[in-house]
């Protein structure tokens, strides 16, 4: 990747500790199956809003620029349940869902989606499911034992945030799995 290329999405956070302690503890029981798992750090648990890709580092100052212009007021969203894609007899990823707030959560991605097809962002190909990426399946090693375990805790209820901001992310790819900073962050508009 060339130095002045940077590896970009749009993501909500999950600000709230004891959340994503939760979280941190599934992610724990998926790898006592012994499954080929590549988990995500506790730190880098997120929603992703809007996977970009490799952009030059003025599109991501521009992309910032026009993220700025999006208001929304902050709401709150429930993470509950496990849920797998593409489905449970060949899982790729493994992931926790949102189960109140998908509609706000939807209109976010829409405005993201409206502000970067602006600046000549293609649209996204997938339809946006809100989801928090867990761990990623890296080979069939102990599946059954792994298909066990999501089925032991689909329910499994993760805790309420307040989603008061979106952030521009950078990604960058390691060995040892990404980094993530943040290049902008644009807050909620609270309506007094």
Not at 19 to 24: E, K, P, T
Not at 86 to 106: H, K, S
Not at 129 to 140: D, E, F, M, N, Y
């Amino acid at each position: 990747m060339a130095r002045d290329q940077l590896r970009v999405f749009v993501a909500v956070d999950i600000p709230d500790p004891a959340v994503l302690d939760n979280l941190a503890k599934a992610r724990d029981l998926l790898l006592e199956s012994k499954a080929d798992l590549k988990p995500v750090a506790t730190e880098n648990l997120h929603i992703t809003l809007r996977f970009i890709g490799e952009v030059p580092l003025v599109l991501a100052n521009r992309i910032c620029d026009e993220l700025y212009k999006i208001k929304f007021e902050p709401f709150k969203i429930k993470i509950k349940g496990i849920g797998v894609f593409p489905n449970i007899n060949r899982p790729r990823v493994i992931w926790a869902g949102v189960v109140e707030g998908v509609d706000y959560l939807r209109q976010l991605h829409d405005q993201v989606e409206k502000t970067l097809r602006k600046i000549g962002i293609p649209p996204e190909r997938e339809k946006f499911i809100p989801h928090i990426t867990l761990a990623r399946v890296k080979s069939g090693r102990n599946i059954q034992r792994l298909v066990k375990i999501i089925e032991s805790i689909a329910d499994m209820e993760f805790g309420e945030v307040v989603v008061d901001k979106i952030v521009l992310k950078r990604s960058v790819l390691t060995p040892s799995g990404p980094i993530y900073s943040d290049i902008c962050t644009v807050k909620a508009v609270k309506n007094e």
